[in-house]
Every structure is written in C-alpha cells, then in structure tokens.
C-alpha cells in the first residue's frame, strides 16, 4: 500500500523517531496498528470516490438555482434516525480526532494514522448525509446502495479494529477504545437503518418495488409551511424559513406567501380530535355527564406536549455543561500537561486514559461550544414542538365554540345569560389563555427538575454556603409570584376603567357634533378625564408593581451571589477558588430564570383552569331546541302569570269583556272566510311562547300565513310583532301549542312543542328535508356581514346579474351605491365603511329579497326609511318583485297606509292576537279597530310623482356619505403629499428605497415618545442605567480580582501545581486545600501549599495567614458595598423607566384627546371614527402597558451584551478578531428579521380581525343566519379564517425561532471565541472565569436584543398613529370679543340679519353657500326648504360657526357672530338636529350636563316635549338610566327627547334641523302645535322634511344650490303656480 512508504520526516504517516517497526508486519499485518489505521480508510475513500461524482452529475444537471419543487419531498422510512445516528457519527469522529492529537502532542512525534482517518471519516459521514439528502429529494432509492455498502464496510474494519484491541487486553479505560467501541455501534445501526428502507421500499433485491407518494399536502401547491415535510437539520434549524425572511426585504410578506396549513394542522382536523375526545367521554350509563376539557385536550393533544417536555428535559440537562465546563476550564488552566500517568503503550504508540481527554482546556472549550449548540437546539424544538400543538389546540377550540354558537337559545342571548361580550371574550382571550397555557406547559414539570439539579450542583462546588445563596432565590420566588398576582389584579382594574373610559370617548365622538352644536365638549372631556385619571391610577400601581418584578429579577442573582460568598468567607475564612466561584455564577444566573418564570406559568396555569371553567359552561349552556322550562322546578301556570301583571308587558292585559266578545265572534269571522281550504304556509295553533321566563311573552295564538301571499302584521309598539315571527322560526321557547310548516307534500310534518332541531352537523339535505324551509328574513335593528356591499345582498347565494339589478332598483339602493368609493364592492360593516340606519335596512331588505325562498319575513323594513322609499319599497320590492314570484311575504309593519294592500291582516295586542282577516272583514267586523286605523291613515296612498324628488333623510344619509367621500379624498391627497416629504432620500433604485424604509428603526418616534415622557425622566433613565450596568461589571471584575488575588497571596513559593500533598505535623489536608491548624478559634485556609516549600514554620504561617484575612475582610467589604449599590441601582432603574412610561402615556392621552375634541367638524366627517377610536382603544393601550417593559427589556439586553464583550475584549483583546464577522453576521440577522416580524406580525394582527369580526357578527345575526339556515356556509368561512390566522401565527413563531436558534448559534460561537481568546492570552484564572461567564451571559440575551427592538419598532407606530392626530388644526375657540361685552341675556330678540353669507366646509372644496341674503324679525317662525344638497343644512350650521364662513356674515341681535368666543355663541342658541343622540347616564344628565336648571324646569321641558308621563313612569324619574346611545328608548322617543334638550336651553332662537323625520304622524301634528305655542315668542328656524310641516310657517325660503331661490310668506309663494314651493307641496300632498 501506498500509504506504507515512509514519508517526510515530519508527516509519516505512520509516524516516525521512537518507534522505529512502525512499519514492520513481522507478527502479521493485522498485528501492526498502522496498518489496522490505514484498512479503516478504505470504506471512507471508497464512498467519497463513488458519490462526488452523483452529486457532480446531479446538481450540474438541475442546475443550482431550481430548486426541486416541494412536492417531490418525502422521507424514507428511518429518516429521522439516520440523521441523528450521523451527527452521532460527527461528533465521535470530532472526538477521535482530538484524541489523535492530544496524543500524538503528548508523544511529540507526528503520528499521522492517529488523527487523519478520523478527519477522512469525517468528511466521509458528512459527504453521506448530503448524498442522502439529494438522493431523498428525487426520490431516487436505488441510489442508496452505495450507503449501504459504505456502512458494512465501515462496519467490518471498525470491527476489525476493535478486536484487535480487545486482543491486546486495550479496555475501557483508554478512550481510543471506548471511541471505537462507539463507532462500531453507530456504523452497526447505520447498516441496520439501511437495510430497514431496503425492507420497506423494496428498491433493490425485490421484483415490484413500491411505488411511494409524497404527503398529500405536498401535492398541494398551495401549502408554504414546511416545517413537517423538511430534513432533521432544516427542521431544527428552520433553514426553510431562509427565502422567506429574506425575500421580505425586497417585497412585503403577504397572505399568499404564506399559503395554506398542512393538512394536520388544520383547524377541521383538529376540531375533530378534540371533539372526538369530548364526546368519547359521554358514556351511555351517564349522558348528561359534562365531560372534562382537560381531559380531552389530554387525549387530543397529550403526545407533542410529552415530546415538547422531553426536549425540554434534554435542553434544561445540557445547560448545566455551562457552569461545569468552565469551572473545568479555569481549573485546568494552571494545570501543566506534564502527566504523572506512566505511559501506556500498545502498537508502538500511547494510549490516553480515558479522564485525561476531559482535563485538556481547548477540548473542554469544543465541548462547551457544542453542549450549548445542542442545548439551544433542543430548546428551540421544545419551544416549537409547544407553540405547534397551542396553536392546533386554539383552532380546535375555536371551532368548538363557534358550533355551539350556532346551536345558542336565542332565549340565553336575549335574556343577558350569555352577552356577546362573554362571547367575544371566549374566543378572544379564553383560547388564547389555554393557547398560552399549552406554550408553557412543558415548564411546569421541567423548572422544578431545573431548580433542584442546580442548587445540588450548588452544593457540590461551594458546600453548605451555597444553600444559603439558593435559599435566597427560593425565598424570594412566592415574593415573585405575589407581584405577579398583584400585577394581573392591576391589570384587571385597569382594563375595567380602559373600557369605561373607551364608552365615553366613543359617545363623544358618535355625539360630537351635538356637543359642539351646544358648547358641551369640555364638560364630555372632563369627564373623560376623569375616568382617565383613575385608569392612570391603577397604572401607576401597574408601573409600581412591573418596575418590583423586574428589580426583583435583576437582584436576586446580585443577592444570592453576595449571600454565597459572605457566608463562605463566614464558614471557612476565605473565598472560593476561581474555578468554584465563576461557575456558581453562571449556575445563579441559570437558577434565576425558572423561578422568575415559574411565577408566570403558575400565573398562566391559574388563568387557564379559569377559562377552562368558562369554557365548560359554555358548551355546557343552553341549545335551541331544548325546552330547558318545560322541565324541572318550574310548573308553569297562567293564573299564576296573571297575577304577576306588572312583570312583561307582553301578557294578556285585555279586559275580560273585550276577551268573551272575541272569542264570541271568532266562528262567525272564520265562516266567512272559504279559504279555510286553501295553502297555509305556516300555522300556529294555540301557541304559548316565552323567552326564557316562566311568563308566557305570547300566549293564546292562533294563526295562519296564507301561502304565496301578503300578510300583514300591526299593533302598537311592544305589543309582540317580532317575537311571532321567531316564534314561528322556533327561536323562542314554546310553553304549549304547535307551529306547523307546511311542506312539499310527500312529508307532511307537525312539529310538537317545538320546532325540532338537528343538533348534529349533517348535510344541507338532510336539513331541509327535516325541517322548514329556508326563510328569508329580514330584521328590524339591521345586521351586516364585514363584506361587500354585493356579497351582503347575495349573501351566499349564486349572483344572478338580473335579479340582482332588480333588488338594488326595487330597495333604491342604486344613489348610494354610486357614492360609494368601489361601488357595490365597497366593503362595508363594523370595518368598512359607516353606512346610516336607513341604507344599512334597506341592504337588508334587498338581501330577503335576493334570496330564493319561498317564504319571506319582513320585520318592519320601513322603521328607517322616508316616505318615498317606503313607497317605492312597496310599489316595486314587496307588492311586484316578491309577489310576481308567488312568495309568502309576512309584513310586520306600522305604516298603516299600506293595510290596503294586505291579502291578510294580523292585529296584535300585548301578546296575543286581537284580529285577522282581511281588511273587508275588519271593515265589517270591527268597526271601532278600523276607524281607529283610519284616522292614523291620515295621509292618503298615492303613486309618486315620480319626476318630483323631494329632499328626505335618504337623500340626506347620501348627502352625508358624499360629504365624507369627497373630503375624503381631499386628505388622503394631503396625506400623500405628507409621506413624500418625509421621504428625504431620493433614490433612483425604488428597490433599495423601500428596504431602506423597512429596515430603519424609527428613532424620531421614539425620540417623540421618550421627549414626552419629560426630560428628567429621560436623562434619570439613562444615567441610572448606564451606572447599575457598570456596577454590576464592577462586582463581577472584584470577585475575579478576590478569588485570583487569593490564590496568589498565600502561595508563598508558588510553583504553579495544584497536586495535592500531606505534610507531617498539625496541617491536615482535605482536597487541594489545607487547613492550618493553630489555637482553636483560627481557622485558616491556605491553598496550593506546595510540596518543596517542606516544613513550615507555624510563625510564617500565622503571619500569612493574619494578612490574607485582613486582605480577604477588605475585599468582602468591597464587594457587600458595590453588590448593595447594584441592587439600589436595580430599583431605581426599573422604577425610571416604568414612570417614564406612565408619564409618557398620560401626556400623550392628554394632549390626543384635546386636539381631537377641539378639532372642527369637517375633521370628523373625513376622519373614519374607527380611526380615531383605534387610537384611544389598541394605540393607547399600546402606549401604557407594552412600550415601558419592552423599552426596558430592550435597554437592559442591549446593555448587558455590551457590557460582556467590553469584558472580554478588555480581558483578551485577540477576542475583538473573531468579533467582526460575527458582529455583522448578527447586523444581518436581526436587519432580515425585524422586516420579516413586522410583516408576519402585521399578518397576525390583519388576520385575527375578520375571525373575531366573524365570531361577533355570527353571534349579532344567529337568529337571521339560523332562519336562511346558513350555518354550513358560515363554519366553512370560520374555519378558513382560523387557518389563515394560525398559519400567520405559526410563520411569526418559526420566525422567531429561526432568529432564536441563529442568536443562540452565535452565542456559542462567541463562547468559543472568548474561551479560545483567554486560552491562547494563558491569563489569570479569575479572568478567565469572568470572560466565559459573561459570554454565556451574551448568548441568553443576543435573541432578547433582536425581539425587543422588533417589538419596540411595532409598538412605536403607535406612537406615531397618535402623533399624526396631534398635529390637526382646532377650531378657533376665542373669538375676538371678550365674553365680557357679550350682553348677559343675548340674544334677547332673536333678530337674525344674513349679509352676502359665502360657507364652504374646507378651504380645498367648493362653497356650499354663495353670496345669501336674508333677514329674519324676531319671533318670525321660518321655513326652509329645498332639495339635497341645496345649503339647507349648511345654513344650519352656519348659524354656529361650524363651518368656514369665508365672506359675509351673520349678525344676530347686532352682533356679528364670528367675532364671538365660540363656547359663547353656542351656548345661548338652541338646535335640534335630525339624528337624536342621547348620552348614558341619567335623563337629567342628557336634558341638562351643565346641572343648571331646576327639576320643575326640566318637567316643563318633558311636558312640551309630550314625555312627562312617561318619564314619571320610569322608575327614578329624571333619574331614570338611558343605556348608551339610548338604546332602551324607541327612535322617536329619543328625538322627543332632543326637543326637550333644546326647550331646556330657552334660548330665544331655536333651529329645527328635519327633527321630526323619524316621528310618525300622530305625534309630529301634536309637536307642530306645542313649537309654535311654547315659542310663540321665539324666532323658530325650521329646516322642512315634509313640506307640510312649514305652511302655518310666517316665512318660507326656498334654497337651491347654495342660492336662495324664493323667500315669502308661504301664501304668496303658493300662488305661483310654476313655483318651486308649490311643486313641493304638490308633490307631498
């Protein structure tokens, strides 16, 4: 063989000087262990030899840049074994390697055959996992027969080799043959795995191989997470993640990047898991037996958690080889390699022992380097293998609570049982907890393992001293764990007053033209202040509480450090050795994390048994179907319901009289009706229904829905309308009777009691052939999905381009569609764009039209709409497009005009039914009934004139909507302009422009923040930091300098062995210390006597021994003062930076909300209010709870990695060579991924908004959802959205973990570099010990840097949203006349004088008025009317300088109104505006805020206003609660309440702006009549809806465009008959 010839003197391979038959085979070749060498590199060259060229060939032909595509991926059997037996395979041949030249430096002669085939193996193993890898991604098997031929080959010679040793009595001592030993083995399993996939994929030696397909998902293109499908090393170091987060940075992440979830982790498949588990554990003894979540989530998920705990065991074990290895490391320092060990040699060369390989310090260096990669690896997969099943668990959870939404009683909904809050909250934060839960889960049994194997280590460095220091830690964690309870409280009552603070603002911004109209804006702020003031309150406990637990956690190590070591110079006089000292430092620092953690996960824990127990009673809650009254404790009776009276007042109250009489003529009205006979579609007989009390809400009913006709439902308001009709769709509780569908004849089907539902899922099919049909219905309070506009209106169904166009006509939707910015594909909804009552009713509507059904339910569709859309929804929609279909229309209504149309009329009276019949039989029957409906039929029913548009609240909602749309775009092109100045940097390459923007961190913003944190604050922040870390540096760099300087100054003669010795005399010796024996209080330790310094006189000793202790005491008394100024200086420092926040956020919240209160109307009608209310509610929690703790984290890494390489450079300059090229491999690293967090961050957060949106519309509209009997198409759409969500989620965690292991890999390298760097300077020990400590300080934090300053960039643009409002204009608040010279009673008159009046809204629009004159003598009552868009309005508005009035003026009683203050003007004018807005709180509250009126003032107002009766009715009287927006009165109610809000004021000029709009008739006659009686002496400015309301009026002025057309008395007006006037009045007549 070649290799036998002797080579050069220097590299012979078989080495060369002492042995001279080296190379002699006289016993026989295998004899010689050279030759045994050699034979070994056979298999390796022989497979290097074969595979280079298939890998040449392979990747010259597909070449490098396409990568196979995915779906070709699959893994062979055994795959996840093979990669771990190769890395096995490395890191022995990394250690035969070491031996080999450990050895051949001890023999000092070059032994080649030692170390260079274990090189060869080496690159032989790597070379056979590449092949692999190539060879499974082509999915090519036959190729895989040179591996196995590879790995008998090794096998043999390994063997070969072993035995020989075995032979010549080598054993387990030497470490060559425990190496090869290991080889053997890992080489036999190798050969063992292959012959596995020969078995299974029957490549080779078998006639039909099998045919494999990769997973189905990879077949799927659309799937992106790779993360199951990749090799062992891309999966645990998230390589795959590479093209994504580095492509970020040229273009944006978005949703079809990230593509589809595997198939596993789908939320459907998951769902199924869990529900599966659930059911199982209904057994048949016990059905109502409430099965245990826990349990379930056990069984659907209890594996990956167990895998996640193992590498969580594996990762927490590793991270002790820290501590040890460089307290092996300092402790061999000094050792001299000089071995006592005689030489053991065989074969001609030596053999080490097998302890002597672990006392070499660079080996002990590699070592520590590859314990932390693996730790940090295994870590990461634990953390992973954790968030993977979390996000499973949470999707499946979503999807449970989300079908039993859809099952929900109405009954739960509407009787307060089950709020949507709690709902919103269960999918919101309860799945999130149990998510969070399950992140940490593996924790909670591996911190305590953690806890107890580090203070046993403790222990055996230190002794009894370190218990002290660990009891410390221990002692303080229930401190840890009662701020952390503390701090969830606080949070608690601050998110109570957050949401407190939230209502208000946003009734502020919904009312807040009415607050401006009547100057009431600061008394709305200040009370939003208020409530502000408290929110802070409890923030600054937040802050208090935050700032102890992060002292707490940079104290406790300086803490349990000082007790430590005090307490050991305390027991035995001295301090530790180096070696002792550092790694019990590196041990505290490891100790710290599971006990300041474990308080967050007992935290996590307690939350989760928490949301546990809610989400138990949650799907344990009510379901649709289940007579839950009928059953149990509650015997209903009626008698005894009657009793109760006052309870509902849905319950019969009729007089017994009235009762006898109807049933009397009950027969006689049936008889006369032949029809009998005819289609019922749906029937009801005898039916008593509840929602959920024992009272019966309807009882008594009797009726039928004739099929393919009108019905009409009527009676007054409350009286029971909407309930029948969900009764009839079974949403309420049935007490008694039937409701009975009819269906398609072959399956008749009366439903007892109640309408049966499948509560299992099943087919659409299935359904409908159990059940009625599908309904289309139509609500009264409107409800609209976050979608477009279209799809709102098609609602699932096929779009049919006819029929839709037919809808849009018939709802007249067509002139707001086309002032929608996308037309009907304008998104709309909670999100979209804000639509009014009376479009989002009429959206509604089209979409019971659209729908083919046959029967349709409408709830009174005209409560928002005028006139002429009522009349056209009529005419067109109801009475031609559903009745030319023969669809069964039920009308529930209370415009009466319209009875005439009705095939069938049902007249309801609290609760129960007091007519039906045609309109003809109530003629004759009840004539009492029908002359009552006659005189509320005052208007007469006429087809419009279809040329005369006349102005109404329609066309006012469209006018609005322009209004906004226009500006609109008005600022969104100053906001361009905005952006492009503050992109200064013009760069031709428009790439790098936008990386550049993305990858910058926003300095200016933070700059803003902290600036508005207070400028003391800022500067006590830095200079406190910049101290406590120099402090810390400084305690750490003493002890160094103590335990060094200790080990010098008692080395008397100092030769530098550590080796043990026993002298003669009264020394005894324990260890490598001695004690030193004098009169018994002193005892003294002197370490590292050496053996030639013989006998030692007693006196040197004494002396010595005196001088180290008064040495050691000054040096202890160093280090309590500096561990004290660090511990104050903790304190300190968190308190700073948590106040800084506090005062930062109550600033900023300050300043935003007055800007914004004071800002002019025309901000708010371009400004979406979603926009600013987004800024009160997520930005400014932002600002309070998350930016403080991140910006402290931040400060607190960043410093502590500085400060640790400052060290180590300091300490061994050479470590500043292998910095620069990890210093910008880290640049790199965090640039790519803070681009990357923010995208998948974005994502996150875009995606998690439509699925809450989802879950609360779902809740809004179950009743509508359940009677079209969508259900299906909604769980599908919940479904995708979770998925979209999760897989967001599960791309921003593996982001992170991509970041996390690349952090981590550099840490380790940094430690190699550091312990390489103090090796080669050969230091002190003590400085050896700092340098390692602190480089493995820098790997816990490295990733802590990179997440917070992402975090931080996200949290920043809050900062940033908020400073953008900062910057609006306000209104100009003080006028140029004092308020002094406003006389007291102005104005008293009431003479208004208009000169040549110019207004528009915006110095960019058009004017809205021009050039108007008017005057107006005080008292006058005028009218204005006009059509949309005329100026009306304007003019309105004008009065109060609301707009810009940029020519003319208005003088009102001789003073110019512009020169006024504004709070002044406004304050002494009363207006009445068309929208009623009513603020929560008490009558009183609503009628007068400033509480300066006297209650007989406020009843007189209520009596004018027509509502004194029922206001004394209410309990409390003008105490009495209005629930927000006024919800718990009716719409007319609310704008009687407006009118009584303006009669308060007695302002002697009142402005009517369409108030009556949503009053009906009866009342507004009555109010006409009060205005111009109760003002009879006021001027009365009334801006017309129905022309008739302004013919008693003194003055009519007709506007058309911004111009006055006409302005007379309204009988002169009328007289010309080509008027516009009078073809107004003709019009509404």
């Known amino acids: 063989m070649e290799e036998m010839k002797p080579l050069d003197e220097g590299l012979s391979f078989c080495g060369v000087g002492i042995n001279i038959s080296a190379y002699s085979v006289n016993k026989g070749v295998l004899k010689n262990g050279c030759f045994v060498d050699a034979l070994n590199l056979v298999p390796h060259v022989f497979l290097l030899f074969f595979t280079f060229p298939i890998l040449f060939i392979g990747w010259g032909s597909q070449s490098s840049k396409v990568q196979i595509h995915h779906n070709t991926w699959l893994h062979f059997p055994g795959h996840n074994m093979r990669w771990i037996l190769t890395f096995s395979l490395l890191f022995v041949h990394v250690c035969e390697f070491a031996e080999g030249i450990v050895t051949t430096k001890i023999m000092e002669t070059n032994n080649l055959h030692l170390y260079m085939p274990a090189f060869i193996g080496f690159v032989a193993a790597t070379t056979s996992v590449v092949y692999y890898h190539n060879i499974e991604t082509s999915n090519f098997p036959k190729l895989l027969l040179v591996l196995f031929i590879y790995w008998v080959l090794a096998f043999i010679t390994k063997s070969i080799k072993l035995w020989k040793y075995v032979e010549n009595d080598v054993g387990l001592r030497h470490l060559r043959f425990c190496i090869t030993a290991l080889l053997v083995i890992l080489y036999g399993l190798l050969m063992a795995v292959e012959i596995n996939v020969i078995r299974v994929r029957k490549y080779v030696f078998f006639a039909s191989p099998q045919k494999v397909k990769p997973p189905e998902d990879l077949q799927d293109l659309g799937v992106r997470f790779l993360q199951p499908f990749v090799n062992l090393l891309s999966k645990a170091t998230y390589w795959w993640m590479n093209p994504l987060i580095m492509g970020a940075h040229k273009r944006p992440i978005e949703l079809k990047k990230i593509g589809k979830l595997p198939i596993a982790m789908r939320a459907l498949t998951n769902y199924l898991r869990l529900k599966d588990a659930y059911e199982d554990q209904r057994t048949a003894e016990d059905p109502n037996r409430s099965p245990s979540i826990w349990r ?273 110079y305390f027991e035995k006089q001295t301090c530790p050795s180096p070696s002792e000292a550092f790694a019990a430092l590196a041990l505290f620092h490891i100790l710290v994390t599971p006990l300041f953690l474990l308080s967050t996960v007992v935290k996590f ?119 029948l009709l969900l009764a009839m769709l079974g949403e309420m509780q049935t007490i008694d009777g039937r409701v009975h569908w009819s269906k398609l004849p072959e399956c008749q089907m009366v439903h007892e009691g109640n309408i049966s539902w499948s509560g299992t899922e099943e087919s659409d099919e299935d359904i409908r052939s159990k059940n009625r049909y599908s309904v289309a219905y139509a609500t009264q309070k409107s409800w609209l999905l976050n979608a477009t506009l279209e799809d709102n209106i098609t609602f699932g169904s096929p779009f049919s381009k006819q029929r839709y166009k037919a809808v849009i006509d018939a709802c007249s939707l067509q002139p707001d569609i086309d002032l929608l910015p996308f037309g009907d594909q304008t998104e709309i909804g909670e999100r979209g764009i804000n639509l009014s009552g009376g479009q989002r009713q009429r959206i509604c509507v089209a979409r019971a039209l659209y729908q083919n059904t046959n029967i349709v339910f409408l709830d009174d569709p005209f409560s928002a709409l005028d006139i002429h859309l009522s009349d056209h929804l009529m005419q067109e929609g109801i009475l031609k497009f559903l009745q030319d279909d023969k669809r069964t229309v039920v009308l529930v209504t209370h415009k009466l005009q319209y009875l005439i149309h009705a095939d069938w009329i049902i007249a309801m009276k609290d609760g129960s039914i007091l007519r039906e ?29 279809k040329d005369i548009q006349q102005d109404s609240q329609t066309t006012l909602e469209r006018k609005t909507l322009r209004r906004a749309f226009y500006s609109r775009e008005a600022k969104n092109q100053m906001d361009d302009e905005d952006e492009e100045e503050e992109e200064e940097e013009e760069d031709d390459d428009d790439m790098s422009t936008t990386t550049n923007r993305r990858s910058k961190i926003p300095w200016r913003v933070c700059w803003c923040y902290l600036s508005s944190g207070g400028f003391f604050m800022v500067f006590l922040m830095v200079s406190s930091k910049l101290l406590k870390h120099s402090v810390i540096v400084a305690v750490d760099c003493w002890l160094a300098l103590w335990t060094s300087n200790q080990s010098f100054s008692s080395n008397i003669s100092y030769n530098g062995t550590s080796s043990a010795v026993n002298i003669s005399g009264n020394f005894t010796l324990s260890g490598d210390t001695l004690e030193v024996q004098t009169e018994p209080p002193f005892f003294y330790i002197v370490s590292d006597i050496n053996s030639s310094s013989g006998f030692l006189n007693s006196y040197i000793v004494c002396l010595c021994v005196c001088v180290c202790a008064q040495k050691d005491s000054y040096y202890l008394l160093v280090f309590i003062i500096l561990c004290a100024a660090g511990i104050t200086l903790c304190l300190i420092t968190s308190l700073t930076v948590e106040f800084l926040g506090v005062s930062a956020a109550t600033n900023l919240h300050h300043n935003l909300l007055n800007k914004i209160i004071h800002a002019p109307i025309r901000f708010f009608d371009i400004t979406p209010l979603g926009q600013i209310l987004n800024r009160f509610s997520a930005d400014t929690n932002i600002i309070d709870q998350h930016i403080p703790p991140t910006l402290e984290s931040l400060t607190r890494s960043t410093l502590l990695c500085l400060s640790a390489i400052g060290v180590i450079s300091f300490i061994a300059p050479v470590f500043l060579f292998p910095l620069v090229p990890l210093a910008i491999a880290f640049y790199f690293i965090q640039k790519y991924f803070r681009v990357a967090s923010k995208d998948l961050q974005d994502l996150d957060d875009s995606t998690q908004l439509p699925l809450l949106c989802h879950f609360s519309e779902t809740a809004e509209g179950l009743t509508i959802i359940r009677a079209f009997r969508h259900e299906a198409r909604f769980k599908q759409r919940m479904l995708e959205l979770t998925d979209t969500n999760n897989t967001a989620y599960l791309f921003l965690s593996a982001a992170n973990r991509w970041l996390e292991v690349r952090t981590d890999y550099l840490g380790a ?106 005057y107006i003598e005080p008292g006058q009552k005028v009218g204005i009317c006009g059509r949309t868009g005329s100026g009306k309005s304007s003019l309105s508005l004008a009065f109060f300088n609301m707009v810009d009035i940029f020519d003319g003026k208005i003088v009102i009683d001789g003073i110019d109104i512009c020169k006024l203050p504004l709070p002044t003007l406004r304050s002494r004018l009363s207006i009445i505006l068309q929208d009623p807005v009513l603020f929560s709180g008490s009558i009183r509250f609503n009628l007068d805020p400033e509480r300066k009126c006297t209650d007989d003032r406020l009843w007189e107002a209520l009596e004018i206003a027509q509502l004194k009766n029922m206001v004394k009715a209410l309990p409390g009287g003008l105490d009495a609660v209005v629930t927000e927006g006024g919800e718990n009165f009716s719409v007319g109610q609310r704008q009687l309440f407006c009118l009584a809000r303006a009669f308060v004021r007695k302002s002697s000029i009142l402005i009517m702006d369409e108030a009556t709009a949503s009053i009906d008739m009866a009342t507004e006659n009555i109010l006409q009549k009060v205005v111009m009686t109760a003002f009879a002496d006021r001027t009365v400015v009334t801006i017309a809806h129905r022309v008739q309301t302004i013919l008693t009026a003194d003055l009519v002025i007709v506007m058309k465009r911004g111009n006055i057309l006409e302005y007379d008395k309204p009988e002169t007006l009328l007289e010309q008959e080509d008027g516009l006037f009078t073809s107004f009045v003709k019009a509404d007549l």
């Not at 007579?627 to 009657?642: I, L, Q, T, Y």
């Not at 109807?662 to 039916?687: C, F, H, I, L």
């Open 605 to 723: 824990a307690v939350k989760a048994l928490v949301s546990v127990q809610k989400l138990g009673e949650f799907l344990q809650s009510d379901e649709i179907g289940d007579d839950s009254w009928r059953n149990g404790d509650m015997p209903v009776s009626f008698e005894a319901g009657k009793k109760h009276l006052g309870m509902t007042k849905a319950i019969n109250r009729k007089e017994p009289m009235r009762y006898q009489m109807d049933n009397y003529e009950q027969p006689s009205r049936r008889q006369m009706r032949p029809s009998e006979t005819e289609d019922v579609a749906v029937k009801v007989s005898n039916g008593f229904f509840t929602w959920g009390s024992n009272l019966s809400t309807l009882s008594d009913i009797d009726i039928r829905i004739p099929t393919g006709q009108l019905t009409m439902i009527v009676g007054q308001v409350g009286c029971g309308k909407s309930s």
């Open 1309 to 1414: 390298v940094i430690v190699l570099a550091a312990a390489g760097a103090s090796i080669w300077s050969s230091l002190e020990e003590g400085m050896v010990g700092l340098a390692l400590t602190y480089a493995l300080t820098v790997t816990n934090y490295l990733n802590w840097v990179v997440r917070n300053l992402a975090d931080l960039e996200v949290q920043m643009s809050a900062v940033k949203k908020v400073n953008s409002f900062l910057s609006t204009e306000s209104e100009n608040y003080e006028g140029s006349m004092d308020t002094s010279q406003v006389p007291e009673n102005w104005p008293h008159n009431g003479e208004i004088k208009i000169q040549n009046l110019c207004v528009r809204y915006d110095p960019m629009l058009k004017p809205v008025l021009k050039h108007v004159n008017a």
């Open 917 to 945: 019949g045609t309109l003809k039989d109530i003629q004759t029957h009840d004539v009492e009934l029908y002359d009552h409906w006659k005189t509320l039929m005052n208007r007469q029913d006429h087809e419009l004139e």
């Open 296 to 568: 379930s989530m056990y069984r659907a998920f209890g594996r990956p958690i167990l895998l996640s705990s193992t590498f969580r065991y594996l990762a927490d074990l590793l991270g002790f080889a820290g501590p040890l290895c460089i307290s092996g490391i300092v402790k061999y320092m000094e050792a001299d390699n000089s071995t006592s060990e005689p030489m053991e040699t065989y074969f001609g060369v030596h053999f080490m022992s097998s302890a002597k390989l672990l006392q070499n310090t660079p080996v002990l260096a590699v070592l520590l380097f590859l314990a932390l990669i693996l730790q940090r690896t295994f870590l990461q997969a634990s953390y992973y293998v954790a968030i993977e099943t979390g996000i499973n668990l949470r999707g499946a959870l979503l999807a449970m609570i989300y079908n039993k939404i859809l099952r929900l009683s109405t009954s739960n909904m509407s009787m307060g049982e089950m709020t949507l809050g709690q709902i919103n909250n269960l999918v919101a934060i309860e799945t999130n907890q149990l998510m969070w839960f399950l992140f940490l889960c593996p924790n909670l049994w591996a911190m305590p393992v953690q806890i107890v194997m580090g203070v046993v280590l403790l222990y055996y460095l230190l002794g009894w001293s370190a218990l002290v220091g660990a009891s410390v830690i221990v002692l303080l964690a229930p401190i840890q764990y009662l701020i952390a309870t503390k701090l969830a409280d606080t949070q608690k009552s601050t998110l109570e007053h957050s949401t407190d603070r939230l209502k208000k603002t946003t009734e502020i911004l919904k009312g807040i033209k009415l607050l401006k109209l009547y100057a009431w804006e600061n008394i709305f702020s200040d009370s939003v202040e208020e409530t502000r003031g408290k929110e802070l309150t409890s923030l600054r406990t937040f802050a208090f509480y935050t700032s102890m637990s992060i002292f707490m956690n940079a104290a406790i190590p300086i803490a349990a450090v000082l007790a430590t070591f005090a307490m050991h």
